[in-house]
């Protein structure tokens, strides 16, 4: 089954201690991305990678890192997370034609607490 | 600067009634339009996309989307409208820049209820 799964669904941590959420896709895809869910906000696009080893800011990628070492997956790293970056976290991932990506295939979510 | 408005936090319909779910956007070029339902707990579900071509495009689940470059829209609709169509709707815009692509703005979302 095609799919972008999530690693953790749920997590709970405490301010300042390093944490990564990983996103893995079996499709093949060279773009994948993270977005962030908040509350009268929509999504906001953290970071993206048009393939391996190619990253990008999006608009928020403060306190956010993120790699691309192989296709399928783009962990999404926080190194000292804060309570600000409590929230619903989605990767996606889609194909790339030449004017850009698609339309994407989402990861179920990644509910984030920092306490 | 790219940008997307969904004006509306919510919509209430009847069943059977016909939808539209309003999304503008702003981009210096050529848009990429995305309509995304998000059902509760769930992932983000691809509805439709607005290219190139014809302006109506026909997406899931009986959706369609109108592109209107003069005003700057892309309106989500559905002739009747289904309780199961509740759900959280995202519109998103992304430009068109050869080679470069990649960044995607998402609306705030609207919440569609549709009542029995």
């Known amino acids: 089954e095609a799919q972008v799964t999530q690693n953790p669904r749920y997590l709970i941590t405490v301010t300042g201690k390093k944490l990564t959420v990983t996103c893995s896709q079996n499709m093949n895809h060279e773009y994948m991305s993270w977005y962030r869910q908040d509350p009268g906000l929509g999504l906001r696009q953290i970071y993206y990678?048009?393939?391996?080893?190619?990253?990008d800011k999006g608009d928020v990628p403060e306190g956010y890192k993120v790699s691309r070492k192989e296709k399928r997956n783009f962990p999404l790293i926080l190194e000292s997370p804060s309570p600000n970056q409590t929230s619903l976290y989605f990767c996606?991932?889609?194909?790339?034609?030449?004017?850009?990506?698609?339309?994407?295939?989402f990861g179920p979510g990644t509910r984030l607490t920092v306490l | 600067a790219q940008s997307v408005a969904q004006p509306e936090d919510q919509v209430n319909v009847a069943e059977g009634n016909p939808l539209t779910v309003k999304c503008t956007y702003s981009?210096?070029?050529?848009?990429?339009l995305f309509w995304y339902v998000q059902y509760p707990n769930r992932g983000l579900q691809f509805l439709l996309k607005?290219?190139?071509?014809?302006?109506l495009v026909k997406g899931s689940y009986g959706f369609e989307a109108e592109f209107n470059k003069s005003q700057t829209s892309f309106h989500l609709k559905k002739p009747s409208a289904l309780v199961s169509d509740s759900a959280l709707y995202f519109c998103a815009v992304r430009e068109v820049i050869y080679n470069q692509g990649g960044k995607l703005i998402f609306g705030q979302g609207t919440e569609l209820s549709v009542k029995p």
């Open positions: 981009v210096s070029g050529n848009p990429y």
């Open positions: 996606a991932s889609s194909t790339i034609t030449s004017a850009g990506s698609n339309e994407q295939f």
């Open positions: 990678s048009m393939n391996v080893e190619v990253t």
């Open positions: 607005y290219i190139t071509g014809d302006n």
